[in-house]
C-alpha cells in the first residue's frame, strides 16, 4: 500500500518559536518515525507584517490548496487554512482565546480570526484539540460538533527531565510569550510578596506587558531554568494547554498555575491552583508550592510520564487516516 501523502503546513515555524511551533517542530519530528506517511511540508515564508498579512489572505485562501491539489490530506497546525480544499482538512486547535478574549489581541488578528476560524472549523473533516477544554471551546464557539474533534495533548521529552544542571539562585520562574494573558504583572507582584525574584522567559508578543524577560532561549537552558526554580508559576488567564505546566512537572519543579481552564485539567491534582485574578492567592500559591515541593515533585513527573510525542504523533496518524477514507 502507498504511503498516504500529508500535506502539513509549516509556515507557522516562520512567526514564532513559542508553543505553536514547538508542538510543530516535535510532532514533525515524531511523526518521521511513523510508518506508512509520506510528509510534505508546505510554506509560505517570512515573519514581516506584509508578509503576515499576504500568508492569511493569498496563501491560505488560494495558493495552498492549489499546492495541496496531490495530498491525501492537509494539515493546519495553527488555525489559518484554506476554506475551500480538495484535499480534507486536518486542523488543530491550540486555544480559542482570540475568540473568547478578542480585545487581547491587535486589530487584525481578531478581525481575521473572527470571519476565518469558525469557517475553517466546519471546513474541517477532523479538528484536533490540545486538550478536553478545548475541545468544549470548540463545540460552544466554533459550533462543530464533538464527532469530528479528536483530543491529542502534547508530549514532552529531553531535555525536559529532572536530571542534568540547575541554574542557581532564589527565584520563581514565569514561562510565556509576553502577551496579556498570560497575567504576568500579577506573578512578578505575587512572587515580591513571597519574597522571591522572577525570571521571566518569553520571546515578545503584544499588548502593553511591560516585563523585563530573558528572550527566547533555547531549550537546554530552558530546562535548566525549569530545574533551578523553586516553583514554576503559570496562572494564565486563558490557556489551551500549558506547555510550562507539563514542562516543569517533567523537570520535577514544583507548579502553581490557574485553577480555571486547561491548565488545572492538565495538572490533574500534580500543582497547586490558584485563582490568576488574585495576587494574594497566587503569592500564596507560590508559598505552598516551595513547602509541598517533595510532595509536588513527584506527582508532576508521575503525571508528565503520561504525556509523549511519540503517542501525540499516533493518534494524529490515525486522526489523517480518518480524515482520507
Not at 4 to 33: C, F, H, M, Q, W
Request: with cysteine; hydrophobic share 45%.
Amino acid at each position: 500500500m502507498a504511503d498516504l501523502r500529508v500535506g502539513i503546513d509549516v509556515s507557522p515555524l516562520e512567526l514564532t518559536g513559542a508553543g505553536t511551533a514547538r508542538y510543530l517542530n516535535k510532532l514533525l519530528e515524531a511523526l518521521g518515525r511513523e510508518p506508512g506517511l509520506e510528509l510534505r511540508r508546505r510554506r509560505f515564508p517570512g515573519s514581516s507584517r506584509g508578509a503576515k498579512i499576504a500568508r492569511d489572505t493569498g496563501w491560505y485562501l488560494a495558493a495552498l490548496p492549489v499546492a495541496a491539489r496531490s495530498d491525501d490530506v492537509l494539515h493546519l497546525p495553527a488555525h489559518r487554512g484554506p476554506l475551500l480544499s480538495a484535499s480534507p482538512l486536518v486542523v488543530t486547535l491550540h486555544d480559542l482565546a482570540v475568540l473568547r478574549h478578542p480585545e487581547t489581541f491587535n486589530r487584525w488578528t481578531r478581525s481575521y480570526s473572527r470571519l476565518v476560524v469558525p469557517r475553517l472549523a466546519r471546513a474541517a473533516t477532523r479538528l484536533i484539540a490540545v486538550s478536553e477544554f478545548t475541545a468544549r471551546e470548540a463545540v460552544e464557539l466554533l459550533g462543530v460538533p464533538a464527532t469530528r474533534i479528536r483530543v491529542i495533548p502534547h508530549g514532552v521529552e529531553e531535555p525536559f527531565t529532572p536530571y542534568g544542571p540547575a541554574a542557581g539562585g532564589d527565584y520563581v520562574l514565569a514561562v510565556g510569550t509576553l502577551e496579556p494573558r498570560k497575567n504576568l504583572p500579577r506573578v512578578i507582584l505575587a512572587a515580591e510578596r513571597a519574597g522571591l525574584d522572577v525570571r521571566v522567559v518569553g520571546a515578545p508578543g503584544w499588548g502593553d506587558v511591560d516585563v523585563e524577560s530573558l528572550g527566547y532561549i533555547d531549550d537546554e537552558e530552558l530546562a535548566r531554568l525549569y530545574r533551578g526554580a523553586a516553583c514554576v508559576v503559570y496562572p494564565s488567564l486563558y490557556e489551551g494547554f500549558g506547555l510550562p505546566v507539563l514542562e516543569g512537572m517533567a523537570t520535577g519543579t514544583p507548579v502553581v498555575t490557574s485553577e480555571a481552564s486547561a491548565p488545572a485539567e492538565l495538572a490533574d491534582g500534580a500543582a497547586v491552583l490558584v485563582d490568576p485574578l488574585d495576587v494574594e492567592a497566587i503569592a500564596a500559591g507560590i508559598q505552598e508550592a516551595v513547602a509541598r515541593r517533595d510532595e509536588l515533585r513527584m506527582a508532576g513527573l508521575e503525571r508528565a510520564r503520561g504525556f509523549t510525542w511519540e503517542a501525540a504523533a499516533k493518534a494524529t496518524a490515525e486522526v489523517y487516516q480518518e480524515a482520507a477514507a
